[in-house]
């Protein structure tokens, strides 16, 4: 993932950087040579994604919407 991208999430997120072992679409970006990082948004069923028993607080979204948008504006800088 894109250093500037990863740094421009780290100025909003209070917490841990994470590492994904999984296959995502990022990862096919970043081989084309497209700057790309990764939000995760918590999941209120004990961790469980990719699942229809996957769920995110209303609280939790807006949150990532937050980050999201500070980074963006952040990077357009």
Do not use: Y
Request: hydrophobic share 45%.
């Amino acid at each position: 993932m894109d250093e500037d991208v990863r740094a421009a999430l780290r100025e909003h997120i209070d917490g841990p950087e994470l590492v994904s072992g999984a296959g995502h679409d990022a990862g096919v970006l970043a081989a084309a040579g497209v700057r790309c990082g990764m939000l995760f948004v918590r999941s209120g069923a004990g961790g469980v994604s990719h699942s229809p028993d996957e769920s995110s607080s209303p609280e939790d979204i807006a949150l990532a919407v937050d980050v999201l948008a500070a980074s963006l504006s952040r990077l357009a800088e």
